[in-house]
Antibody, heavy 118, light 107 residues
Framework: QVQLQESGPGLVKPSQTLSLTCTVS??????????WSWIRQHPGKGLEWIGY???????YYNPSLKSRVTISVDTSKNQFSLKLSSVTAADTAVYYC??????????WGQGTLVTVSS | DIQLTQSPSFLSASVGDRVTITCRAS??????LAWYQQKPGKAPKLLIY???TLQSGVPSRFSGSGSGTEFTLTISSLQPEDFATYYC?????????FGQGTRLEIK
């Protein structure tokens, strides 16, 4: 059974870079067939797709965040990562990583709350 | 961007009721639509993909239908564990977008 687990700082200062890692267990990122996604949810709000990466390194980002987002993959560690630069309070959210077989996200991490505050 | 509008935004119902949630897309998305259930403090759970395909392990009381711009999620007989927030998601074009959610509460 595939499991995903987000990790990273829960508090980031304004203007700094938010960095999160998703560790995948029970399956190999490099086996192909899946997109590895980041999705966030502002407190008490709906879901926002940030972007995803294929194991080959191809990426797709939400244009609303594209100038600040980088998603990368490390197949040797079976991890993929999110970097969001120049954060503000508006980036405070629960960040989820998920696996997407190009039809919907069928496995999700538990989510991690990132607060942007000085 | 493709906008997804769910209706209603809030729904009060009783155990055993049949409920339907609608998701309308601002432009045609073929059948590239998924439905998720989210409970407080938890990650969303995939219920339906490709508009009408039930995800493995999801009870058969959940069903989805539609194509193009109008889609529905139906729960045939509400169970206590079904009270949650439901989201639709389109995967037809980038950026992938979600509906605003429908909160289903116990009457």
């Amino acid at each position: 059974q595939v499991q995903l687990q987000e990790s990273g700082p829960g508090l980031v200062k304004p203007s700094q870079t938010l960095s999160l890692t998703c560790t995948v267990s029970g399956g190999s990122i490099s086996s192909g067939g899946y997109y590895w996604s980041w999705i966030r949810q502002h407190p008490g709000k709906g879901l926002e797709w940030i972007g995803y990466i294929y194991y080959s390194g191809s990426t797709y980002y939400n244009p609303s965040l594209k100038s600040r987002v980088t998603i990368s993959v490390d197949t040797s560690k079976n991890q993929f990562s999110l970097k969001l630069s120049s954060v503000t309070a508006a980036d405070t959210a629960v960040y989820y990583c998920a696996r997407d077989p190009a039809g919907a996200a069928d496995h999700w991490g538990q989510g991690t709350l990132v607060t942007v505050s000085s | 961007d493709i906008q997804l509008t769910q209706s209603p935004s809030f729904l009060s119902a009783s155990v055993g009721d049949r409920v339907t949630i609608t998701c309308r897309a601002s432009q045609g998305i073929s059948s590239y639509l998924a439905w998720y259930q989210q409970k407080p403090g938890k990650a969303p759970k995939l219920l339906i993909y490709a508009a009408s395909t039930l995800q493995s392990g999801v009870p058969s009381r959940f069903s989805g239908s539609g194509s193009g711009t109008e889609f529905t999620l139906t729960i045939s007989s509400l169970q206590p564990e079904d009270f949650a927030t439901y989201y639709c998601q389109q995967l037809n074009s980038y950026p992938i977008t979600f509906g605003q959610g429908t909160r289903l509460e116990i009457k």
